[in-house]
């Protein structure tokens, strides 16, 4: 059973940092596209970035480039956010997702999501 | 930026048949993907491909596409089927994923 388990978030004032962690199980996880995918209380979803399995390649959302950084530590079936410079707008639920991406054909599904992880940014 | 337009809203009695849309410009030549999020719970794929049905999702579940309109078709929708409903592809000029605003599914 594939599973995605978050952790990490918390309240952070304007300005702060926080990383978040994704463990994984249940399938290979050096094979798969792996995503974080943020939800503001009563929004809708918005991605935010996503790595390559051997995490050469990263994509950003535009808003958050240079103030969040995604990696994956392959040996231990995790993907980790770093989030700096935190604004208010930022705060959200925060899920990690598997994905199955396709530069070249520009396609990607998101198949498998952990239950989220709150990120409150407040003074 | 590229958009991807819901309803904010569909009711559906009980037994019915409850279509949500979704629109974008040149959908038609992208694939669009389908999920289902109930209160306090996470995102699931119920559709991917246009039409595609992961397994463990009710036949009742079904996609399909035309012009510029994707269209989530729940059959015979029964009250654990109320939701949110999110349609989701991919933008190419910015290299990343673009989801719909989502359909609040209200069961009468």
């Known amino acids: 059973e594939v599973q995605l388990v978050e952790s990490g978030g918390g309240l952070v004032q304007p300005g702060g940092s926080l990383r978040l962690s994704c463990v994984a199980s249940?399938?290979?996880?050096?094979?798969?596209?792996m995503d974080w995918v943020r939800q503001a209380p009563g929004k809708g979803l918005e991605w935010v970035a996503n790595?390559?399995?051997?995490?050469?390649?990263?994509y950003y959302l535009h808003s958050v480039k240079d103030r969040f950084t995604i990696s994956r530590d392959n040996a231990k079936n995790s993907v980790y956010l770093e989030m700096s410079s935190l604004r208010v707008e930022d705060t959200a639920v925060y899920y990690c997702?598997?994905?199955?991406?396709?530069?070249?054909?520009?396609?990607?599904?998101?198949?498998?999501w952990g239950q989220g992880s709150l990120v409150t940014v407040s003074s | 930026s590229y958009v991807l337009t819901q309803p904010p809203s569909v009711s559906v009695a009980p037994g019915k048949t409850a279509r949500i849309t979704c629109g974008g410009n040149n959908i038609g030549s992208k694939s669009v993907h389908w999920y289902q999020q109930k209160p306090g719970q996470a995102p699931v794929l119920v559709i991917y491909y246009d039409s595609d049905r992961p397994s463990g999702i009710p036949e009742r579940f079904s996609g399909s596409k035309s012009g510029d309109t994707a269209t989530l078709t729940i059959s015979r929708v029964e009250a654990g089927d109320e939701a949110d409903y999110y349609c989701q592809n991919y933008e190419s000029s910015s290299d990343h994923p673009v989801f719909g605003g989502g359909t609040k599914l209200s069961v009468l």
């Open positions: 249940g399938f290979t996880f050096s094979s798969f596209w």
């Open positions: 997702a598997r994905s199955i991406f396709s530069v070249v054909e520009g396609d990607i599904i998101f198949d498998y």
């Open positions: 790595i390559k399995q051997d995490g050469n390649e990263k």
